[in-house]
C-alpha cells in the first residue's frame, strides 16, 4: 500500500494511501519550490522592471539639484548668450551673487553650443533622410535577396561600430580627403550670395562643421535605413502590384502607393535619428574640432552640447565655486530635454504608425 | 525582386522612373562606399604596422601593447552583461508576462516603458556626467570599475529590456495553452518553454547590447578614467579600456601610441564584428527550425488591411526547405 506513492513517484493510487504515505522531505521541499517558482519569477521581475525608472529618476534629480545655482544664476542668458567665460582665471575673486558662489566675471551664454548642436543635427537629417530612402527601396523593391541581404548586413555592421572608431577615420581620412578634393570645388564655385555665402571659402583643413554632419548622417544613417527597409517590406504586395497593373511606374508605385504607406513610420525613424546625432559625442568632438564659436562657413570648427560636455568638464573642475560644473549640468539638462523630447516624439509617430489605417488613397 | 512591367508609358513617366531608379541606386552608393571605405580603411591602417604582441604586452608610457585594455574592455563587457543582462531580461520578462489589465501591474506598465524609452534617449554623456558627479564625486568612489559598470548598464537596460519583451510576444500562444494543458505550473513553464522558445532573440539582445557597451567612450572617459595596467580595487582606482585609446593615441606626438591608436580601433572593430556574426548566427539557426519563419512570410499587413479577414486566409505557398522566407506574392 505505502509503496505506491513511493516508489513510483507519481499520484498515489487513492486518497488514504496519500494520507498514510507523507513524501519525503526533499520532495515536498521540490513541490514547494515548483509551487512557488513563479511568485519568485514575479517578484525578481517586479523589482527589475522598477530600476530603470529608478535610474531615470535618480538621473533626473542628480542634474537638477546640480544644475539649479546654475540655473538661477544665468537665467534666460543661457540660451541666447555669446559669451561663455568662466571668470577670470583660477586666481581670480571669488564672490557671490544671489547666493551663488561663482568667480567673479563668470559668464555663460551657450548660445554658440546649442547652435552647433542643432546645425550638425539638421545638416545629418538632411542628408542622411534621403539617402536612407532611396537605398531602402533599392534593397527592397529592387534586388534579388542574395544581393540585398549581404547589404543590409554591411549597413547593421555600421551602426555597430564604436563611434570613437568612425571619429578616428572622420578625423585621419574622411576630413582631409573632403577638405583636398570636394570642399575647395564647391567652396571656389559658390557665388557670393546670402546664404550661399556660407558655403564659399574658407574651406578649412576637413575639421568642423560640414564633416561632422556628414559623418553623423553616416551613424544614424543605419537606424533611418534599416527601420525604412522594414516598413517597406510590410507594405502588402497586393495594392503595389494592383498600382503596377494599372500601368504605374516603379516612380508612381513608389511614390503614390509605398511611401504613403509608410510616411509616418518613416518620419518617426528619421526623428529617432535626429535624436542620435542631437546626443553624439566622441565623433563629433574628434571631428567638429571642439572650438566654441558659430562658424562664419560651413566647413570651420563648432563644438556641440554633447562635445562641450566632453571636453570642458576636466577643466571645469579647476573652478573651486563648482559654478562651471554647475553650468555644465544645466547644459547636460537641456540637451537631456531636447533629445529625450525629441525621442518621445519619435516614439509617439512610431507607435501610432502601428495603430491607424495607412493613408491610401489621399485618405 | 518586384519586377515591375510598366504599361507603354509616355515619354517622361519613363525618364521620370529611370533618374528614380538612377537614384536609388546612387543613394545605395553613396551609403555603402563609405562604409566600405571606413572598415578597410581602418584594417589597412593598422594592417601595415601590425604586430601580434599587442595582444600580450602591457602598456607603457612610451608604447608597449594593449593586454589590460583589451582585458579592461572584456571584463567591461561581462560585468555589463551579468548586471544590465539580469536586470534588463527580468524587466523584459516582467513587461511582456505579468502585466494584467486592471491590476497594479497593468496600471503601472505604460509609465514603465515610457521610463524605459526616455532612459534609452539619454545622451551618453549624460549619464556619464551623472555618473560622474553621483558616483564618483559624491559616493566618495574614485573614477573607476563599478561607476562605469553601473552608468553602462543604466545604458543597455532599456535596450535589453526591449528586446526581451518583444521576443517573448513572438512566442506562439499555443505553446502556453500546450503548457497549461499538460499540467505545468505558471512558473515551470516560463522557465523551461516561454524563455526557451524566446531565448535566441534574448540572446540576440544582449549581444547587441555588449557590442553598444565595448564600443562606448563618452560615459566611461568621466567614470572610469583610464590607466596604463589592471587595478585591483573596484571602486579606488581608474581602469583601463580599448576606446580611450582610440580617442586620445591618435594625435599623440609619438607614432608608437597613433599605432596603438589604430591597432585599437581594429580590435574594437573585430569584437563588433563578432558579436554581430555570433546574433546573425544565432537568429538564422533558429529561423531554420522555428515556424516562424514560415508564418513571416504572412506577416500580417499593416494599416487599413490588418484586420481584414480574406487577407489573413492567404495560403501559404510551402515550395518546400530552402524556400521559407519567399515572399506571398
Not at chain 1, 523593391?141 to 570613437?164: D, Q
Not at chain 1, 516598413?231 to 504613403?260: C, H, I, Y
Not at chain 2, 532612459?119 to 559624491?138: D, E, K, N, Q
Not at chain 2, 517573448?168 to 523551461?192: C, F, H, I, N, W
Request: aromatic share 8%; charged share 10%.
Amino acid at each position: 500500500m505505502t509503496t505506491v506513492g513511493g516508489v513510483a513517484g507519481s499520484v498515489p493510487a487513492t486518497p488514504q494511501s496519500a494520507a498514510l504515505s507523507k513524501p519525503p522531505w526533499h520532495r515536498r521541499a521540490a513541490d514547494s519550490i515548483r509551487r512557488n517558482e513563479e511568485a519568485g519569477w514575479r517578484s525578481v521581475a517586479w523589482v527589475a522592471v522598477l530600476l530603470p525608472l529608478a535610474a531615470l529618476v535618480f538621473a533626473i534629480t542628480v542634474l537638477a539639484i546640480k544644475a539649479w545655482p546654475a540655473v538661477r544664476l544665468n537665467g534666460w542668458y543661457f540660451l541666447y548668450g555669446r559669451t561663455w567665460t568662466d571668470g577670470h582665471g583660477a586666481y581670480a575673486a571669488t564672490v557671490t551673487t544671489d547666493g551663488v558662489k561663482h568667480i567673479q566675471g563668470a559668464q555663460f551664454g551657450a548660445w554658440a553650443i546649442i547652435w552647433g548642436t542643432l546645425a550638425s543635427s539638421i545638416i545629418a537629417i538632411v542628408i542622411a533622410v534621403p539617402l536612407s530612402l532611396g537605398a531602402a527601396f533599392a534593397l527592397t523593391e529592387r534586388m534579388p535577396t542574395w544581393i540585398s541581404r549581404p547589404l543590409g548586413f554591411t549597413v547593421e555592421i555600421l551602426a555597430g561600430i564604436p563611434s570613437v572608431v568612425i571619429g578616428l577615420w572622420g578625423i585621419l581620412t574622411f576630413g582631409p580627403w573632403l577638405a583636398n578634393n570636394v570642399y575647395p570645388v564647391i567652396a571656389d564655385n559658390m557665388p557670393d550670395v546670402p546664404l550661399l555665402r556660407y558655403f564659399g571659402n574658407p574651406h578649412g583643413s576637413g575639421e568642423g562643421l560640414l564633416t561632422a554632419g556628414i559623418v553623423l548622417a553616416l551613424m544614424i544613417v543605419p537606424i533611418i535605413a534599416s527601420t525604412t527597409r522594414d516598413l517597406f517590406a510590410q507594405v502588402p504586395p497586393l495594392p503595389k502590384e494592383g498600382a503596377s497593373a494599372l500601368g504605374m511606374t516603379d516612380w508612381e508605385v513608389a511614390n503614390k502607393v509605398t511611401l504613403p504607406w509608410v510616411r509616418s513610420g518613416i518620419i518617426g525613424a528619421s526623428v529617432l535619428g535626429l535624436g542620435r546625432a542631437l546626443g553624439e559625442t566622441i565623433a563629433v568632438a574628434m571631428i567638429g574640432g571642439a572650438i566654441q564659436q558659430i562658424p562664419h562657413t560651413i566647413y570651420q570648427p563648432f563644438t556641440t552640447a554633447a562635445a562641450a560636455i566632453l571636453t570642458q568638464l576636466d577643466g571645469a573642475q579647476t573652478d573651486g565655486t563648482g559654478f562651471y560644473v554647475a553650468t555644465l549640468a544645466e547644459l547636460a539638462l537641456v540637451l537631456a530635454v531636447i533629445s529625450v523630447g525629441v525621442n518621445l516624439v519619435a516614439r509617439i509617430i512610431v507607435n501610432r504608425t502601428s495603430r491607424v489605417a495607412a493613408p491610401l488613397g489621399g485618405a | 525582386m518586384n519586377t515591375l512591367v510598366a504599361a507603354p508609358a509616355a515619354r517622361r513617366r519613363r525618364a521620370t522612373t529611370q533618374v528614380w531608379r538612377a537614384l536609388t541606386y546612387l543613394a545605395l552608393v553613396l551609403i555603402m562606399a563609405p562604409a566600405a571605405w571606413l572598415l578597410i580603411g581602418v584594417v589597412a591602417r593598422a594592417w601595415s604596422h601590425w604586430r601580434w604582441s599587442v595582444l600580450w604586452t602591457q602598456l607603457t608610457p612610451t608604447g608597449g601593447g594593449l593586454r589590460d585594455q583589451i582585458l579592461g574592455t572584456l571584463i567591461l563587457m561581462v560585468a555589463v552583461l551579468v548586471v544590465a543582462g539580469t536586470i534588463g531580461v527580468m524587466a523584459g520578462i516582467h513587461l511582456a508576462e505579468f502585466t494584467r489589465k486592471g491590476k497594479l501591474s497593468g496600471w503601472v506598465s505604460a509609465p514603465l516603458r515610457t521610463a524605459s524609452d526616455v532612459l534609452s534617449g539619454f545622451p551618453s554623456i549624460v549619464l556619464g556626467y551623472v555618473g560622474f558627479t553621483a558616483l564618483v564625486v559624491g559616493l566618495g568612489w574614485r573614477l573607476s570599475l563599478l561607476p562605469a559598470v553601473i552608468i553602462l548598464s543604466i545604458m543597455v537596460i532599456p535596450y535589453i529590456a526591449k528586446t526581451t519583451e518583444n521576443s517573448l510576444r513572438q512566442v506562439p500562444t499555443g505553446y502556453r495553452e500546450g503548457a497549461d494543458a499538460l499540467g505545468m505550473s505558471a512558473g515551470y513553464s516560463l522557465r523551461k518553454v516561454v524563455l526557451k522558445t524566446a531565448l535566441p532573440g534574448i540572446v540576440t539582445g544582449l549581444l547587441l547590447a555588449l557590442a553598444i557597451a565595448c564600443g562606448e567612450t563618452a560615459p566611461l572617459l568621466y567614470t572610469a578614467g583610464f590607466s596604463n595596467t589592471l587595478p585591483h580595487s573596484l571602486t579606488q582606482s581608474q581602469f583601463p579600456y580599448l576606446t580611450y585609446v582610440v580617442f586620445t593615441f591618435y594625435n599623440d606626438p609619438s607614432v608608437q601610441k597613433h599605432y596603438l591608436a589604430y591597432d585599437a580601433a581594429l580590435i574594437l572593430v573585430v569584437i563588433v564584428m563578432l558579436l554581430l556574426v555570433a546574433s546573425r548566427i544565432i537568429v538564422a539557426r533558429t529561423q531554420r527550425y522555428s515556424e516562424s519563419a514560415r508564418t513571416a512570410a504572412t506577416r500580417r499587413p499593416f494599416g487599413r488591411f490588418r484586420n481584414d479577414p480574406s487577407l489573413a486566409a492567404l495560403p501559404v505557398p510551402d515550395l518546400g526547405p530552402g524556400f521559407e522566407n519567399l515572399p506571398t506574392s
